[in-house]
């Protein structure tokens, strides 16, 4: 089954950036559309971007603009590039397959001064 490690969060700054990685191990990554979602805190669990296997990308309207999703499938790796960061972006992220129902341990987001 395929699994994730997330990477790239900690304490940022308003108006920071941050870039978060997702790699997967077994599987073949090629064949997975790819989402990363977050959790604050009492809060529930939101889709923020998505990438289909074609490369093809969605976003939640309060990102739009200010987050990208990408992927290398040579790495078997998505990113997200998190600019304009918001203290309300302040979440556990993760990243997480469409086709399965593994969740990884996630990296923790803090936007704050």
């Known amino acids: 089954q395929v699994q994730f490690v997330e990477s790239g969060g900690g304490l940022v700054q308003p108006g920071g950036s941050l870039r978060l990685s997702c790699v997967a191990s077994?599987?073949?990554?090629?064949?997975?559309?790819m989402g990363w979602y977050r959790q604050a805190p009492g809060k529930q669990l939101e889709l923020v971007a998505h990438i289909t296997t074609g490369s093809r990308t969605n976003y939640v309207d309060s990102v739009k603009g200010r987050f990208s999703i990408s992927r290398d499938n040579a790495k078997k790796t998505v990113y997200l590039q998190m600019n304009s960061l918001k203290p309300e972006d302040t979440a556990v992220y993760y990243c997480?397959?469409?086709?399965?129902?593994?969740w990884g341990q996630g990296t923790q987001v803090t936007v704050s001064s």
């Open positions: 077994g599987g073949s990554f090629n064949f997975y559309a």
């Open positions: 997480k397959a469409d086709t399965t129902d593994y």
